[in-house]
């Protein structure tokens, strides 16, 4: 039976109610972990209630069916490989890097996006609980992050069969590894999937301001606010906290998916005029009205970001 436009439209408005009742208590919890009232938000209660409100986060958001979930203890980090229960890829494998501000974050809030990606690329996802700030303030995230690369490394992957993704801080953490690797002299990742990264703490970019009003998680104040928990008194410029202005010769293809309505599009879109300028492959995928980080939501167009991911890296092997 065919149905007229009007019946169409009135189904479509029927899912998009149904799809904002479920995701009323998830946003409700993306809004605790990331809000921001001063920069006094980094005091011991109020980032309590951000790494409490990442747990609830977490556990709201049902894992994918279909992929295993294995915590283990990685040289006294704890690490949890996403791994599909089909016959899968095993000769790649994606390094995950959790968001969080370099302040939250936890095997918890890895595991939607891990399970995610592992779903729609068939590899298996190493996630790691790297220490946050202001216990453990710069470089330590980064420490965790070459261990954990080490860790690959140690169990035969080539540097080539690895992709390095990220969201958000965890985007920022990414490049921040890659732009380590490069500096040693050492192999690059194949490629990086970067989701709303975080890539210039200076937060110079026109989208911190105009588009405050439409972000419904991050504000600016909570940036100031993470940025001086990660790395106090430290210059924002550095490529080690703003990897946007570093050299990027010689890096591998990116792909990066932000929403238009966040705070942090102008980070991902100054990323991308300079991954271009240096000749290197870079896509940027902009989807119209999503918010931060939307792809860990059980909703259809995080679906359809998660099938480009797959795609994008269907080119590169």
Not at 75 to 93: L, S, V, Y
Not at 107 to 114: D, E, K, T, V, W
Not at 231 to 253: E, M, Y
Request: hydrophobic share 40%; net charge neutral; aromatic share 10%.
């Amino acid at each position: 039976m065919e149905h007229s436009p009007k019946q169409k439209r009135s189904g479509e408005d029927g899912r998009r109610r149904a799809e904002s009742r479920r995701l009323a208590p998830i946003m409700k919890a993306l809004k605790a972990v990331h809000t921001a009232a001063s920069p006094e938000s980094m005091a011991p209660e109020d980032l309590e209630r951000q790494r409490r409100g990442q747990e609830v986060l977490g556990r709201l958001i049902a894992p994918i069916a279909g992929v295993r979930w294995e915590p283990f203890n990685l040289e006294g980090m704890d690490a949890a490989w996403a791994r599909p229960n089909r016959g899968h890829d095993r000769k790649h494998a994606i390094l995950y890097c959790h968001g969080g501000g370099y302040t939250s974050g936890n095997l918890g809030y890895s595991r939607p996006i891990a399970s995610k990606l592992s779903n729609v690329t068939g590899y298996e996802v190493l996630s790691f609980e790297y220490r946050l700030a202001p216990e453990h303030p710069y470089p330590a995230a980064v420490e965790d992050a070459l261990k954990a690369w080490d860790y690959l490394m140690y169990l035969g992957y080539g540097a080539r069969d690895i992709v390095v993704a990220g969201d958000s801080a965890g985007g920022n953490l990414a490049l921040v590894l890659t732009h380590r690797l490069k500096a040693a002299g050492r192999r690059l990742p194949a490629a990086l999937i970067l989701m709303s990264p975080w890539t210039d703490m200076t937060a110079s970019g026109r989208s911190y301001r105009e588009r405050a009003g439409l972000d419904p998680s991050l504000t600016l104040e909570y940036i100031y606010a993470v940025r001086e928990a990660y790395a106090g008194g430290a210059d924002w410029s550095d490529p080690g906290l703003s990897p946007l202005f570093g050299d990027f010769s010689g890096f591998p293809p990116v792909l990066i998916q932000a929403g238009t309505h966040e705070i942090l599009l102008s980070d991902s879109v100054r990323l991308r005029d300079r991954l271009v300028s240096a000749g290197i492959p870079c896509r940027l995928e902009v989807w119209r009205d999503m918010w931060h980080v939307f792809q860990m939501f059980p909703i259809r167009r995080a679906g359809e970001a998660m099938e480009s991911i797959g795609r994008f890296l269907l080119e590169q092997f």
